[in-house]
C-alpha cells in the first residue's frame, strides 16, 4: 500500500513539472514570435530606407551629371562643412578635458 502512495506521489509531481515545463515553453515561443515580428517589422523599415537612400544618391549623380562642376561643389560644400564640424566637435571636447585637467591640478 506504501508503494501505490509512493507511485501516486511520484507520476503526481512529475505531471505538475511537465505542465510547469511546458508553459515556459510555451511563453517562450510566444516571446519569440513577438521578436521575431518586431525583427520582421524592423527589416522591413531597413529596407525601404535604404531604397529611399539609393533614390537621393541616383539624383545627386543626376544632378551632378545635368549642372556639372557646381553641384559637385555644392556636395563637396556640404563634405568640407560636415568635416569642419566634426573636427570642431572633436577639437572643444578634447579643449574641455584640458580644463577639467588645468583645474583638477590647481
Sequence with gaps: MEELLKVDIFFTVTTIAVIALA???LLA???LVLV???LRLLMRRVREEGE???DDVRLIRESI???G???KEAVDGL???ALRLT???VMSSVGSDKDDTKKSKK
Design 23 to 25: 508553459l515556459v515553453a
Design 29 to 31: 515561443l510566444i516571446f
Design 36 to 38: 521575431l515580428n518586431e
Design 52 to 54: 529611399s537612400v539609393m
Design 65 to 67: 551629371e545635368r549642372q
Design 69 to 71: 562642376w557646381r553641384a
Design 79 to 81: 563634405g568640407s562643412i
Design 87 to 89: 573636427k570642431w566637435f
